[in-house]
């Protein structure tokens, strides 16, 4: 569908069986990628109407969950139930596969590619998120467990976070290397979180559960760096200012110190004269 909400391709019979997952190039708007539930993988072309993909593959075992690209080496990568890291080359306008990993222990669900393409992140089954280091595919370099139930959506929010949609129903922020929580977005009350996605200006995400309602999040404060710090700035004024009047206060307050060869009685008059 275009931006005016036509139609603008169609494909009958795209796959054989049941299509789990879409992709849709920002690079090249033209270009489809499209995987199945038995593994098949096929690459589009919307300009070309004759039916046919522009390239073809199977080598998962069992469904494909999603997909991403990283643009700057051309690399189309998929991960599926099979529990393998696919990763293709798409430098010949075609699907050429490059590496398969080897097999995990659970399917592989959701991914980003983070770190300036130095590391790639996946959503598991278990709620682990698996982390391979670019290049050295055969297997995983670490592991971050954490969340409670499947991890099936990720967004990339910048080289060094992520975001996580769970079937805990609950959207997460993560930092990867150091891998840590850093906060909640919201939720869909306990309903498995199916997609998310950016608007357009990325000021909020959208999605979409089994609660049957499209949810969108403001987060619009990812989008301006120095919120962190005006709110730190603000803190450190309020913390100065709270220091200031302690100190007034205790200054005020305080009780003088009974001078040497003085009364009790002076020492008294001296000390409520100063209250």
Known sequence: YGKNGRQSWKQEDGHAHAIN????????????ASGDDEGGLRLWDIRIQNGKPVSESKDHQDFIANMTYHESSNRLLTGGGDGRLGVYDLRRAGLKLENLSDQQEDELLSLAVVKGGRKVVVGTQDGIIDIWSWGKWEDLSDRFPGHPQSVDAMLK???????????????????????????VAGGHDDFPIERMQFSHDRNFIGTCSHDSIVRFFDVSYLNDPDSDEDEDDENEEDVDEGEKMKNNDDSE?????????ASD???VQDFFSDL
Do not use: W
């Open 21 to 32: 997952a879409l992709y849709s190039f920002q690079h090249d708007e033209n270009l489809l």
């Open 157 to 183: 929010i910048d080289e060094d976070t992520i975001c996580t949609g769970s079937s805990d129903g609950v959207i997460r922020f993560i930092s990867i290397l150091p891998n840590k929580l850093l906060g």
């Open 253 to 261: 307050t305080r009780p003088k110190k009974k001078m040497k060869g």
């Open 265 to 267: 009685k002076e020492a």
